[in-house]
């Protein structure tokens, strides 16, 4: 959507608090509600200050709703429990996964590490297969591609699947403040209900409740000096409430220190058995300083609590693996049927393997990215924010040629652009924005029966049109929640 048109019935928010006259029109007063309603509801982030652990303040948000195509919102959503019975059919598959990407772990040696705990684990995993617990909480992530007019994926994310607990409060806020000015024009039923924290802490009570025991807990594998702690403890709260399980948190390093294994597999930290480990940490090669941490994954991987992600989930969701499973006839693989292969594909932006230098489509695509790397993005086997290269990034890594098998290059998604009204920690910009949709999904499997498959909410991050990356938790972008248009 381009700038401010005519108020009408499809109007944005912002052009109505821009339009003359409009109730909504002082920025100040729509912030300060925004901070005020941040502040008493939990939507809160921690300051990283050492000396003041529990210094905070509110999330970074946008001050009111992003105008978002209702039919690619919808299209996103009926998407995702296939791409949830993707994911976990290619998890299933251990010779496509290595054959996949040990390309990439030749030069990366994250992705080696983790393949190697796979394979350290095989045995274990194949003797328990038949009674095999599986939790998993997706996330796949889009932007809407003006040239095209298409609604395309950035990435399917299967491991520390953040920020939904504090996306429902971001919906809840940005009803609030609408209802609340009663501004003409404004139709609180193109805010979609968002119900991600419920959704979410449901999967993971049907995944204790599977595991069989009412004393088990679930455990929460986090970060040292975590500033996003609030939005897991929302998480933690509504797994105690909505399903009366407890919780721990710990790092990698704590579970090594506390966590022991038995015969059978059955995973204890101190005095409680684990029903389920659910990893906000372990994506990035930072969350292993030392061996501890990877052997803390191997004992993890070997137990048999519901591991979200696996290894194998872990891996399925890597770049390498979305980028292979664009190539001809290969999603046909995993899904049921060409309707669904349909549905899969017309997500799919173009995606490229860097792996054989030699081949002719391969040299095709790198002249094009040489020539324009600014229709390009180098995607690197990582998650959690700031790792891709865009632009002069991209040429000065592709000069080198050798390592390029542990990238995947892709289209440049061009979003439309709005205006928007962003605050973090208290001030405010007015600024030209672009906004990413993501949409959770949750799916539990014990051995091959599926207990549930679920599309579980959403998630809008929204940031300035000229940052190319885009975690909020990384500080380029805000939270933000979708007012359907169309």
Not at 211 to 236: I, K, M, T
Request: glycine fraction near 8%; charge should be negative; charged fraction near 25%.
């Amino acid at each position: 959507m381009a700038h401010a048109g005519t108020v009408g019935p499809e109007a944005t928010v912002e052009e109505m608090r821009r339009s003359e006259g409009g109730r909504l029109a002082s920025t100040q007063a729509l912030t300060d509600e925004a901070i005020i309603w941040a502040s008493l509801h939990g939507l809160l982030v921690g300051l990283g200050d050492k000396e003041r652990p529990y210094a905070l303040t509110h999330a970074p948000i946008s001050v009111v709703p992003v105008p978002f195509p209702r039919d690619s919102f919808e299209k996103a959503r009926a998407a995702m429990q296939v791409f949830n019975k993707l994911i976990d059919r290619v998890s299933r598959d251990g010779e496509y996964l290595q054959h996949t990407l040990q390309p990439a772990a030749e030069f990366d040696d994250f992705t080696a590490k983790l393949l190697d705990v796979y394979r350290a684990t095989r045995e274990v995993r194949k003797a328990r297969q038949q009674d095999e617990l599986v939790l998993a909480i997706n996330r796949s992530d889009y932007m809407l591609d003006e040239p095209s007019s298409t609604l395309l994926q950035v990435e399917l994310n299967t491991i520390a699947s953040s920020f939904g607990c504090l996306s429902t409060l971001v919906s809840r806020m940005h009803r609030h403040i609408l209802e609340r000015s009663a501004q003409p024009g404004v139709d609180l039923g193109r805010l979609p209900q968002n119900h991600a924290t419920e959704e979410i802490a449901d999967a993971i009570g049907a995944a204790v409740q599977e595991y069989g025991d009412a004393d088990a807990v679930v455990l929460f594998v986090v970060q040292p000096n975590e500033r996003n702690s609030y939005d897991q403890q929302w998480l933690q709260q509504a797994i105690w409430e909505r399903h009366r399980v407890r919780t721990l948190r710990c790092t990698l390093a704590e579970i090594a220190e506390r966590g022991s294994l038995d015969a059978s597999g059955q995973l204890r930290v101190d005095d409680s058995v684990v029903a389920v480990a659910y990893f906000r940490a372990g994506y990035s090669p930072n969350d292993y300083p030392t061996e501890v941490e990877w052997k803390a994954r191997e004992m993890l991987e070997s137990s048999r609590a519901a591991q979200c992600p696996s290894v194998a989930y872990q891996l399925a969701g890597a770049k390498k693996v979305q980028q292979d499973l664009a190539g001809r006839g290969v999603v046909e693989r995993f899904v049921d049927g060409p309707e669904e292969a349909a549905l899969i594909r017309a997500c799919f932006a173009g995606l490229w393997s860097l792996d054989d230098l030699e081949d002719a489509a391969t040299r095709e695509v790198l002249a094009r990215a040489e020539a324009s790397p600014e229709d390009f993005v180098l995607k690197p086997q990582r998650e959690g924010g700031g790792n891709n290269l865009y632009g002069p990034q991209i040429l000065e890594r592709l000069s080198q040629r050798r390592g390029l098998a542990a990238y995947i290059l892709m289209q440049r998604i061009r979003p439309p652009i709005n205006r928007s009204t962003l605050v973090r920690e208290g001030k405010v910009i007015e600024v030209d924005t672009l906004s990413e949709l993501g949409i959770y999904g949750t799916f539990v499997r014990r051995g091959d029966r599926v207990i549930l498959n679920r599309e579980a909410g959403h998630l809008v991050r929204t940031k300035a049109a000229t940052s190319d990356e885009g975690g909020v938790a990384a500080g380029f972008a805000v939270l933000d929640s979708p007012y359907l248009t169309g």
